[in-house]
């Protein structure tokens, strides 16, 4: 098993480009987060997905992030216009609803800066 | 305030010592209490998950959740270079989903 695949790994980028994330989940889990980690706030949730529909994106912080996720397999997160304070890592994670001890699994994340 | 605080740390031991990490809440709805392991450059992984209050122990660690106090702790023993990260708990209402994360304790076990 591959785990959960980020991709890009580094992004640089300048103030008011669009960034896209992409994330590939474990095959066969139905659940996929989207995470971003800063120093300052630590790890925060920003949107989450159950069998591809949208369930909570409370976290997300403005009408710049929006997600998708249209299959299975890939979700994006798109930051556009980027900013300087998007500077973070953001985490992919998927999880599997079937019984047993329940966990969710990270990708290795992109670790973004805005210039 | 928060509703999971966890000191930051960093927290710097010798090898060979007993590690106490801790967390408390304020949200009495939780359920699921999990500790994360995250080494540097990586994305974090569980180490350990426990359902409501008690004991759980997993080779040299050792879950505790204290939910009257809403605390909950993990103790490594005989701690190792190896074990040196980041810890960060978490916690859900409702198994995996939503979780809700402190803000990592940094561990360094010095040889």
């Known amino acids: 098993d591959a785990g959960v695949i980020q991709s890009p790994r580094h992004e640089v980028t300048e103030m008011g480009q669009e960034v896209t994330l992409r994330c590939k989940p474990i095959s066969g889990h139905n659940s996929l987060f989207w995470y971003r980690q800063t120093m300052m706030r630590g790890l925060e949730l920003l949107i989450y997905f159950n069998n591809n529909v949208p369930i909570d994106d409370s976290g997300m912080p403005e009408d710049r992030f929006s997600a998708k996720m249209p299959n299975a397999s890939f979700s994006t997160l798109k930051i556009q216009p980027s900013e300087p304070r998007d500077s973070a890592v953001y985490f992919c994670?998927?999880?599997?609803?079937?019984?047993?001890?329940?966990?969710?699994?990270f990708g290795p994340g992109t670790r973004l800066l805005v210039l | 305030q928060k509703e999971v605080e966890q000191d930051p740390g960093p927290l710097s031991v010798p090898e060979g010592a007993i590690v106490s990490l801790n967390c408390t809440y304020s949200?009495?709805?939780?359920?699921?209490f999990m500790w994360y392991r995250q080494y540097s450059r990586k994305g974090p992984e569980l180490l350990m998950y426990?359902?409501?209050?008690g004991n759980k122990e997993d080779g040299r660690f050792t879950a505790q959740v204290d939910k009257s106090s809403k605390y909950i702790s993990l103790f490594i023993r005989d701690s190792q270079p190896s074990d040196s990260a980041t810890y960060l708990c978490?916690?859900?209402?409702?198994?995996?989903?939503?979780?809700?994360f402190g803000q990592g304790t940094r561990l360094t076990i010095n040889p």
């Open positions: 426990t359902y409501s209050s």
């Open positions: 994670a998927s999880r599997t609803t079937s019984r047993g001890q329940e966990t969710q699994y």
């Open positions: 949200n009495s709805a939780f359920q699921y």
């Open positions: 978490a916690m859900s209402m409702g198994g995996a989903q939503k979780l809700v």
